[in-house]
């Protein structure tokens, strides 16, 4: 019987455990680990709280969750509470789908100034992750900045323009709409540094904005290259311009409170503070050439009293496990790591691609395991973790656990929202062991 350890139950996670029940059906025993008490990863910590039907996808997971031979083992962090060598002397084979957790650096000058944020942080405290729950972004100012031109800046902005009303039926955290109540933002530039031609928003995501109750969109006519140019994009970005130029279409005159400006061939230089916060960034003007950005020389400045930046994510390494620096992922090939241990999702590719895209990399990893590996009798599996885990005197969150604590998330709900979130760790286990 193979024993399988899957390291992370976001959707490369549970991916991969639906695909061994497959291979495998009742001939195998995995165990899905999560460094925290609650499973879904970035299903629960990434997608916006307002986009509840998205969110819905974890229902699908759970029916792979309360498969007999599965087990999620919350609450333990590999790497640190046990290490990848124990994870590996126990099971047949290990995979590693802990996901991008980390901002990539905003290089600049001034990034390290107060109210500079990356998008892991912000959305890691409006949706509760235990590790961002008290990052207290200072939302009081005019000027809010985002850096990128992808779903997560449009994600961001969003959050940063609705009204209170708009979050009726989302779980945002009851810290975020406290603070967002208060808010004092009158405009959001989202900053990319190319052109509309290049930026990577869905046509979904895109347009919610031209239908928000207390902001509007800008767009500048003259930032949108001739129509006919658009007749050679794929039909997803086609339609993302041609949202674009509605937008611009709708020119400036609005009377909703906020605007959300699009300034496109715009690169952030640097950033400048007083008393160590940010309150303007340095932007170049560039040029896109061979759909490169190319700095022109010009230089401008921007009030700026939030900047958030959304430009990628890098995952974390472990002991033991090679590490490519440049790319914020592990050194795999297809998946492989090295024999007995192999990787899926973001931890796999890097910081692409929808919930769906981590499918196909469950199924593959599993096929080639099935391939590659022997069940070995002196892998004691699960049985060997547990006896691990009382003399390590760790406190394992099993799936009947982490039911108890959505229960309580529901249970502790505002009107009309489906969950009010535990933000730590410690009620989290609190809620498990009433
Ligand atoms: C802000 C944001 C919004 C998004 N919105 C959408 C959307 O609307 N639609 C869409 O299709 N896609 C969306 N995505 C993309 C989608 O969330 C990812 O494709 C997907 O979550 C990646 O899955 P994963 O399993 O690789 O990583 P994750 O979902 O990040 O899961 C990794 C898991 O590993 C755990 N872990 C990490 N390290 C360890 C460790 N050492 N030990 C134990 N456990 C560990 C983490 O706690 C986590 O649970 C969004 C992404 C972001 C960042």
């Known amino acids: 019987m193979p024993q399988i350890a899957i390291v992370g139950s976001g959707p490369a996670g549970y991916y991969s455990a639906e695909a061994a029940l497959k291979q495998w059906g009742d001939e195998a025993q995995i165990d899905v680990f999560d460094r925290l008490p609650v499973p879904y990863g970035l299903i629960r910590s990434g997608v916006a709280p307002d986009h509840q039907s998205i969110k819905a996808v974890s229902r699908r997971y759970e029916t792979t969750a309360l498969a007999d031979n599965v087990r999620f083992v919350g609450n333990v962090t590999i790497g640190a509470d046990v290490s990848i060598a124990e994870l590996m002397a126990l099971y047949d084979a290990v995979i590693l789908a802990t996901g991008a957790p980390h901002d990539r650096a905003l290089e600049i000058e001034g990034a390290d100034l107060g109210n500079v944020l990356g998008s892991a942080a912000f959305v890691g405290w409006y949706n509760g992750h235990p590790e961002f729950a008290t990052l207290a972004p200072d939302v009081s100012g005019k000027h809010a900045l985002v850096i990128g031109m992808g779903n997560v800046a449009l994600d961001v902005a969003r959050i940063l323009a609705k009204c209170e009303a708009e979050f009726a039926g989302s779980d945002i955290v009851g810290h975020a709409l406290d603070a967002l109540r208060g808010k004092g933002i009158t405009r959001i530039t ?23 109750a207390c902001a ?19 039909p997803g970005l086609r339609k993302s311009v041609t949202l674009l130029r509605e937008f611009a279409s709708r020119g400036s005159n609005t009377d909703k409170p906020i605007t ?15 008393n160590g916060r940010v309150t303007s960034i340095e932007v170049e003007r560039t040029a896109v050439e061979a759909g490169r950005a190319v700095g022109t020389g010009e230089t401008y400045r921007l009030p700026a009293d939030l900047v958030i930046s959304c430009i990628g994510y890098r995952s974390s390494a472990i002991e033991g496990v090679p590490f490519e620096e440049r790319e914020g992922r592990f050194a795999n090939e297809s998946g492989f ?13 890097g910081p692409s691609g929808t919930i769906g895209t981590n499918r196909p990399d469950g199924f593959g990893v599993i096929e080639r395991i099935a391939a590659e590996v022997t069940p070995e009798r002196a892998k004691q599996g699960r049985a060997g973790f547990d006896g691990l885990a009382e003399a390590r005197g760790l406190d394992v969150v099993t799936f ?28 989290m286990i609190a809620a498990v062991r009433s």
């Open 216 to 234: 509007a969109p800008e767009v500048e006519a003259a930032d949108l290259p001739e129509t006919g140019e658009d007749a050679l994009l794929e």
């Open 260 to 274: 959300i400006a699009f300034d496109f061939f715009a690169s952030p230089s640097k950033l400048l503070g007083e």
């Open 400 to 427: 009947r656990d982490w039911r108890k604590i959505e229960a309580a998330e529901a249970a502790g709900a505002r009107t009309g929202s489906p969950r009010e979130k535990f933000v730590d760790v410690a009620a």
């Open 337 to 349: 790591i090295m024999p007995g241990l192999y990787c899926v999702g973001w931890a796999r590719r």
């Open 190 to 212: 989202i900053l990319g540094r190319r052109g509309p031609h290049q930026i990577m928003m869905t046509p979904k995501d895109l347009g919610e904005l031209g239908r928000l």
